[in-house]
């Protein structure tokens, strides 16, 4: 996992409960206290951050990965050179199908990094199925990040999680 996913969780967090609660968060977890956006990360401080945080602040994970996509995609995408992926494109229905080359890139600028792949298939104009592929579980975080996206090109979309690891998007037109 790429450390900027790491301080984009920070921020977020920060940002919506105090630095005083990402400091109780993070006691005993072994997180450096200097995170490089482009190193590579192992999966479990993340977890761990994650667990922390849904336990400490009472909260569940959909509403974590919530504040975490929001941040990431109206913040931290724009502060560290992603918004050019989000400014390429005027709609997620434009978007959505293009993540997997997307994640492709970040490969080959983060060294070890793994992150998920997605297989879009439009079964009409206003559906798409996403078949999400990791290791990793983490769909309910690729709905938040969906939502957010949606919600930053103002698209009204509906998420129906089919499988754990696969989604429709049913696209509304306004």
């Avoid at 993070?26 to 479990?44: A, Q």
């Avoid at 931290?76 to 434009?94: C, D, Q, T, V």
């Avoid at 499988?163 to 509304?172: G, S, T, Y």
Wanted: contains cysteine.
């Amino acid at each position: 996992m790429k450390g900027c996913i790491v301080n984009c969780l920070k921020e977020s967090i920060i940002n919506n409960y105090g630095k005083n609660k990402w400091s109780e968060i993070v006691v005993g977890i072994n997180i450096p206290h200097i995170i490089i956006d482009t190193s590579n990360m192992d999966d479990s401080i993340f977890m761990e951050v994650a667990n922390n945080t849904q336990s400490i602040l009472n909260i569940t994970y959909e509403k974590l990965y919530d504040i975490f996509a929001e941040h990431w995609i109206f913040s931290y995408a724009h502060k560290i050179g992603f918004a050019y992926f989000l400014n390429k494109y005027s709609s997620s229905r434009e978007a959505l199908p293009e993540m997997d080359r997307i994640h492709k890139v970040v490969t080959i600028n983060v060294l070890g990094s793994n992150p998920p792949s997605f297989k879009c298939t439009w079964l009409d104009n206003n559906i798409l199925l996403i078949e999400y592929i990791s290791d990793r579980n983490l769909i309910d975080l690729c709905i938040a990040l969906i939502k957010a996206m949606s919600k930053y090109y103002k698209d009204n979309v509906e998420i129906e999680k089919l499988e754990n690891n696969k989604l429709q998007i049913h696209f509304h037109n306004d």
